[in-house]
């Protein structure tokens, strides 16, 4: 036969514990309890078999805790408190009333999406502390996956990743052109037209230039680059500066024609798919967290980039 394990120690039994201590009796316990006389004291005896020691004594007429019974009272009394404090942050984090969110997006959703998003979140949910970091898809995943972001937005790329990656949204590569620029005003701006001319690109390796090179290449025609640039906001100052043409996110579209004063023409391109998805990246082997989800669904809720003048 083996050694019989002695009954738990539940939360209720501590409350229990708890109760007599204030109460200072046995039958005013129960009744702030809300159980009966005789099923309290079958759970003090309880306490007792498991602790090994009475929890009561008698003091002339009257029966009191023990020394070690009101050692054992305050660690109980310290149990129950910290259980319902942690009931209240979980609360809070369900509820967003507390907690925080780190997402992590690429230079395009980083400064044209993300800013909006989060700030529209915060309106929503201010007790939640956020961070917002910047990096290529490698870096995201990275980050992601080492618990550094909670999740990250990406745009579309060919490569497997080892993160969930879930679409939500289209986002399309536009011309953008200074006014003097032959593009701004070629009559039919085609696949062909920007085959003539060489571009200003975004740096291999992210969504924006695999997007184009891929576009290009189904059309049959060789992507020529005038300047490789690592940021959106760079190659829309260059075009500004009348340095050449370029195909961006129109994600920026609105930036770009509001922006410093720059004077920018957006048209879209006839003929050539330069559509990609937008997406979110989150760990494979865990569910996104309470401000991680609903940040989600505020992203999917988010709508269409904005209308782009055809061809």
Avoid: C
């Avoid at 189904?218 to 075009?239: D, H, K, M, N, P």
């Avoid at 410093?260 to 879209?268: D, E, V």
């Amino acid at each position: 036969m083996g050694i019989p394990r002695p009954t738990p120690i539940t939360l209720d039994r501590l409350r229990l514990l708890v109760a007599l201590a204030d109460a200072g009796g046995v039958t005013a316990a129960a009744r702030a309890a809300g159980i009966s006389q005789p099923a309290f004291s079958q759970n003090l005896r309880v306490i007792e078999r498991h602790y090994g020691f009475p929890l009561l004594m008698r003091s002339g007429r009257r029966v009191v805790l023990t020394r070690p019974a009101r050692r054992l009272a305050d660690y109980a009394r310290r149990i129950v408190r910290l259980v319902g404090e942690s009931e209240q942050a979980a609360r809070d984090l369900v509820e967003l009333k507390a907690g925080s969110l780190a997402v992590a997006g690429g230079a395009t959703t980083a400064t044209y999406l993300l800013p909006r998003a989060l700030a529209e979140f915060r309106a929503r949910h201010p007790d939640v502390e956020l961070r917002l970091r910047m990096g290529d898809v490698a870096a995201i995943e990275r980050w992601v996956l080492g618990g550094d972001a909670d999740l990250g937005v990406i745009g579309e790329v060919s490569r497997p990743l080892e993160v969930v990656v879930t679409p939500f949204d289209r986002d399309e590569l536009v011309l953008v052109a200074a006014p003097t620029h032959p593009l701004a005003s070629v009559a039919r701006l085609d696949a062909e037209a920007l085959a003539d001319h060489p571009l200003i690109v975004r740096e291999s390796g992210s969504s924006t230039r695999e997007t184009l090179e891929r576009g290009m290449s189904r059309a049959g025609v060789v992507l020529r680059v005038a300047f490789e640039l690592s940021s959106t906001e760079a190659i829309l100052q260059a075009v500004a500066a009348g340095l050449g043409a370029s195909l961006v996110s129109s994600l920026a579209v609105a930036d770009a024609a509001l922006g410093g004063g720059r004077r920018i023409r957006t048209r879209r391109v006839s003929g050539l798919d330069l559509v990609r998805y937008l997406a979110v990246v989150t760990p494979p082997d865990a569910e996104p967290a309470p401000a991680a989800r609903e940040f989600i669904a505020l992203l999917a809720r988010g709508g269409a980039p904005p209308a782009i003048p055809a061809a």
